[in-house]
């Protein structure tokens, strides 16, 4: 059974910080194309950052210097570290496994940037 089971998410003050985790069971994480996209309410879900088995990265527009991914190999985990949060920034977060066909879906972690 393919779980991902994010965690991390919480209310921040704008300016703030946050890592998101994302942890994966039941697949051959290497083989697996990683990525971290969101939903804010009333809009469609868009890709935000995303790492390769190989661990190339790539990331929005929008989020570059303030978004980082990585994953770690020995634990299952990929990470989403999110630097100067924005208000533009609430939204459920949700993890991605992606290998061809296959194609996985966390629960998602809320993550709301409020004053």
């Known amino acids: 059974q393919v779980q991902l089971v994010e965690s991390g998410g919480g209310l921040v003050q704008p300016g703030g910080s946050l890592r998101l985790s994302c942890a994966a069971s039941?697949?051959?994480?290497?083989?697996?194309?990683m990525g971290w996209y969101r939903q804010a309410p009333g809009k469609q879900r868009e890709l935000v950052a995303g790492?390769?088995?190989?661990?190339?990265?790539h990331y929005a527009d929008s989020v570059k210097g303030r978004f980082a991914t990585s994953r770690g190999y020995a634990n299952n985990t990929v990470y989403l570290q999110i630097n100067n949060l924005k208000p533009e920034d609430t939204a459920v977060y949700y993890c991605?496994?992606?290998?061809?066909?296959?194609?996985?879906w966390g629960q998602g972690t809320q993550v709301t940037v409020s004053s």
């Open positions: 991605n496994a992606n290998l061809f066909n296959y194609d996985y």
């Open positions: 039941g697949i051959i994480f290497t083989n697996y194309n």
């Open positions: 790492i390769t088995s190989y661990g190339t990265t």
